[in-house]
């Protein structure tokens, strides 16, 4: 196992039935991501190689990549080159910048940071301070970017009916984590699973990033007569080690803007830190959506954008002792009926996808028995 270290800052309990949140109000829900390129290489005496450049849907994070680019995909916000140099000769990092080729896996890039020379192999190692491999686990499992003291961290998932269900990945993803032998972690949340998985949460149906963002919240063209806690009260409460945020889809169906949904999320990540200054954080970005299964692309495409502009705030985000991740949902999610009931909430075979893209990321952070 390799330790990796975060970059500094720049890197319902009831469901509603039917759609769901699907009223024009902003019902509804999802989560996925871009895959960047090809992950840099280097050889011992050769300049390493950058990654193929991220697809349409962004340079995004791959699952589980620190966010100041993912060394995996060979992206480091928007653009990164490979740093030449014998297996792991530090480049400077930056949001258009140089990250230094790991023997095995390319440097993270920060605003300033140096990605150190330090070798990557299987786990991804990262060398001198201020720098970052890749995110997926060696043999050994993640970086484990816990605190000291924090041998079993509390997993705290927050987010709409995605993951409240209909949905259900969270059995899929506590199966996927238990077949790979990870033990070392505890779901925590407000409301227990409806899904048969055991797994607890704090996720809402219909709920938006944006109502997240108060101490308590409703949601009327859901759920009448109840009211629920926002993220500050929730982390007070709970006190998780690490988030697992899974909000957008009613946001961006509500046609709220790419930046108003972020600085959403920006506010969720200070009220986590104001509780908890070593909270790690795992962003989704939202899976590929077409309410109503509509032939008009707007919502999708405002989805795509959201998609697209997730790993470069989360490298904004990201710093040392409060790393935020980015867990690729997107690029290989369908919003058609072979993978969800209604183009928006995935049925089962979405959900296990969506349960192994999750694995995907948390194998990167987590380390295995």
Known sequence: MSNRRALPPFVSALSCMALLACGTTGANEGARAPVGGAAGTATSSSAGTAGAAAPAAGGGANAGAPAGGTASSGTAGETVTAGAGSGGASGVAGQTATAGAGSGASGVAGQTATAGAGSGGASGAAGAANTGGTSAGGAGGGPWPFPAGVSKPKLMIVGDSISAGPGCYKKFLLKALTDNHYSSFEFI?????????????????????????????????????????????????????????????????????????????????????????????????????????????????????????????????????????????????????????????????????????????????????
């Open 189 to 369: 949340g407000e409301y227990s699973d409806e899904c048969g998985g055991g797994v607890r949460h704090s996720a809402v149906s219909c709920s938006t990033a944006e109502q997240y963002t108060q101490a308590t919240f409703t949601v009327p063209n859901c759920q009448q007569g109840k009211s629920f806690p926002g993220m500050s009260t929730l982390v007070t409460t709970h006190k998780p080690d690490l988030l697992m945020l899974q909000l957008g889809v009613n946001d961006v169906w509500s046609s709220k803007p790419t930046a108003t949904i972020l600085s959403s999320y920006t506010k969720l990540i200070e009220q986590a830190r104001a509780q908890n200054p070593n909270v790690v954080l795992v962003v989704a970005q939202i899976q590929k959506i077409r309410p109503d299964c509509s032939t008009d692309e707007t919502i999708t495409k405002q989805a795509e954008e959201l998609v697209k502009a997730v790993p470069a705030w989360a490298a904004q985000q990201s710093r040392a002792g409060s790393p935020v991740f980015v867990a690729d949902l997107w690029t290989n999610s369908d919003w058609t009926k072979a993978e969800t009931t209604d183009c928006v909430h995935p049925n089962d075979v979405g959900a296990e996808r969506m349960g192994n893209n999750w694995y995907a990321a948390l194998e990167g952070i987590l380390k295995h028995d």
